[in-house]
């Protein structure tokens, strides 16, 4: 009797945000290929997984992707299974056996705005810039923040996503931002860019080490390399970090430590540090959308034409003729605009609507005496009516090329970094 078992972990954190079910499968593998085999099994598990929440996924509506193509977005939302990790895979007998934790979402979200929310990337930080030098990855961090940019992007259509070229703050943030500092920033950014929510962070381990595997007759050496990404969502109009997270991941440096890596060949990308790097940001990317998918909606006034608003919306965030919005003024001490704690209250007998538009604005007119008159440069206005959004059903489709084949691997990683 041979007996094989393999403890491995797809992606580390365990978001707040996610129900995770466990599910089980097993087949014999016979004279058929193992990897095969192997990818069935795993799309029973997860359709198993999906039986136990009530979601009724079979495996034929799961698609196992090979490698990576133009940063396509690994974990597509179009169905209800969203994640998956694989938490045990063992050999008995001929009997493959996978025992899988799947991230299943609800029927039903939270209730938001039809439209498309704002968000800004800003380059995210490397902590340690003298990990990089195992490889030469020095340019990782924009990688990152480049990835996470077309990821989001890929992966709601409802998101009008900025890449910016400057990073949040020079300052080295590994012991965290005093919260005057970040009152500051978001007021620069609300004034610049009139976008609502922004994203940053840091890569805060890069480091290697060596992992020896021992059986009866021989021992093997191998290098192993970490990577721990610490993200950060700021909601500028609050001027309040909303949601910060920490994701960690390690698998196998396939290359020589004084090798030079080509950060754009597919080489890289395609090996199992590299798809480790794009599970953890897949992983992310899933929860900043879960985020701010249940956040208000927010629009800014621009301009004033006469009687009308000009708000920073427009048809390419959903906007239609006759839309109606309510206004808002964010209140905050007047002798401390910078820093203050900001609390945005509605305006009573406000409201406006859509009597002009274009792709990135639209002019409002009052509908009630109140709804323009009062209305100020930089005042907010929201949706009145919103839209209750369900998770349509669909294919979902993961990449199992960043599964290694069935090998020793080691303890999962601690997630408190």
């Known amino acids: 009797m041979r007996k094989w078992i393999v403890y491995l972990i797809l992606l580390s954190p365990f978001s707040v945000f996610a129900d995770w079910f466990e599910g089980e499968a097993s087949m014999l593998i016979g004279d058929a290929p193992v990897d095969q085999i192997r990818q069935q099994t795993i799309k029973n598990a997860i359709a198993d997984a999906s039986f136990q929440a009530g979601a009724m996924v079979s495996s034929e509506d799961i698609l196992l992707n090979g490698l990576l193509v133009n940063s396509k977005v690994m974990y597509q939302s179009q169905g209800m299974v969203r994640r998956a990790q ?22 039903e979200s939270c209730k ?18 003298k990990q990089a030098a195992i490889g030469g990855v020095f340019e990782l961090n924009k990688h990152v923040t480049k990835r996470i940019e077309q990821q989001l992007a890929g992966y709601n259509q409802q998101v009008d996503v900025l890449l910016m070229d400057q990073s949040f703050t020079e300052q080295n943030i590994l012991n965290g931002l005093k919260r005057d500092d970040i009152a500051e ?5 609300r004034r610049k860019f ?13 480091s290697a080490f060596k992992r020896i595997t021992k059986n009866r007759f021989s021992e093997e050496t191998t290098t192993r390399r970490n990577f721990t990404l610490r993200i950060y969502v700021l909601d500028i109009y609050h001027k309040a970090i909303v949601w910060e997270e920490s994701y960690h991941s390690e698998a196998d440096w396939d290359f020589a430590l004084h090798h030079e890596i080509d950060m754009n060949s597919s080489i890289f990308w395609g090996s199992d540090y590299g798809r480790a790097i794009l599970n953890t940001i897949s992983s992310a990317v899933v929860d900043i959308n879960d985020l701010i998918t249940c ?25 239609k003729m006759g839309d109606k919005f309510f206004l808002l003024k964010a209140l905050q001490d007047p002798n401390n605009l910078s820093n203050s704690h900001v609390v945005i209250s509605p305006v009573a007998n406000s409201s406006v609507q859509v009597v002009a538009l274009d792709n990135d604005s639209a002019q409002l007119a009052s509908v009630q005496i109140n709804g323009s008159v009062s209305a100020q440069l930089l005042d907010l206005v929201s949706p009145i009516q919103t839209q209750k959004i369900g998770i349509s059903q669909g294919i979902s489709t993961y990449d199992t090329s960043s599964i290694p084949s069935l090998q020793p691997a080691p303890k999962p990683a601690n997630n408190s970094h």
């Open 112 to 129: 938001a705005s039809a439209y498309a929310r704002s968000i800004m990337i800003t380059q995210f930080q490397m902590l340690k810039p």
């Open 194 to 206: 009139g976008y609502q929510f922004a994203v940053f962070g840091t890569i805060r381990d890069l």
């Open 295 to 319: 956040q208000p909606i927010y629009a800014q006034v621009v301009r004033r034409i006469a009687d009308r608003l000009v708000i920073n919306l427009g048809r390419r965030h959903g906007v």
């Open 86 to 107: 694989v938490l045990q895979e063992s050999i008995d007998d001929g009997i493959l056996s996978v025992r899988v934790k799947v991230d299943i979402s609800p029927t």
């Open 185 to 189: 920033k978001a007021e620069y950014l």
